[in-house]
């Protein structure tokens, strides 16, 4: 079945304690891209992935760091949390950046 | 920054009446997107409109969008209780370069009752 998978799904953490959120896609998308979601706010990009070894920053990449060494995965990176980051994070991947993403189930994070 | 805003934030139907929910975007973009969300889970994709066209069909949905306003609509036909979820515009911009960014509204809560 094609999709993207993160995990986890839940984690709660303390303040300053690194941790990375995986993102895997068995589709050979090129590009792919994590968001988080507050109440309010909506839907924010941290960063996204045009290509393997091809990152940017989006609107809110502040804390966050990410890397791409394979095409199918594409993990999110906080190195050190903060309450703040409490969020709904979602990965999704799409074949061009001109093509509709899929979405993975998405991490609810809670830093304490 | 919001690229695209729906209208109404929420919306609250009967079964088996049409639901019509609004997105304005602000730039020009290469296509339109509308997603779907059920509570807490990932966004589902339902259709993509591109600069180029006006309408777009998909079972019961029917994207318009005009781009001299820079709007476009999501109208669901003969809706369920199935259908109750945040539905989503997503526009992207060219930030510059060969870069493209996913910009995502901040949704209608479309609630469909029995």
């Given at each position: 079945e094609a999709q993207v998978t993160q995990n986890p799904r839940y984690l709660i953490t303390v303040t300053g304690k690194k941790l990375t959120v995986t993102c895997s896609q068995n589709?050979?998308?090129e590009y792919m891209s994590w968001y988080r979601q507050d109440p309010g706010l909506g839907l924010r990009q941290i960063y996204y992935s045009m290509n393997v070894e091809v990152t940017d920053k989006g609107d809110v990449p502040e804390g966050y760091k990410v890397s791409r060494k394979e095409k199918r995965n594409f993990p999110l990176i906080l190195e050190s949390p903060s309450p703040n980051q409490t969020s709904l994070y979602f990965c999704a991947s799409s074949l061009t950046v001109l093509s509709g993403y899929t979405f993975g189930s998405g991490t609810r994070l809670t830093v304490v | 920054s919001q690229q695209g805003e729906e209208d109404p934030q929420a919306l609250s139907i009967q079964e088996g009446e049409n639901a019509t929910m609004n997105c304005s975007y602000k730039t020009s973009i290469n296509n339109l997107q509308w997603y779907r969300q059920n509570s807490g889970r990932g966004l589902v994709h339902l259709i993509l409109i591109r600069s180029n066209e006006r309408e777009k069909h998909s079972g019961r949905l029917r994207v318009t969008l005009d781009t001299s306003k820079k709007s476009s609509s999501l109208l669901i036909t003969?809706?369920?209780?199935?259908?109750?979820a945040s539905y989503f515009c997503a526009t992207d911009k060219n930030?510059?370069?060969s870069n493209y960014k996913l910009t995502f509204g901040k949704g209608t809560l479309l609630t469909v009752n029995p």
């Open positions: 589709m050979n998308h | 003969a809706s369920r209780a199935a259908d109750t930030s510059g370069g």
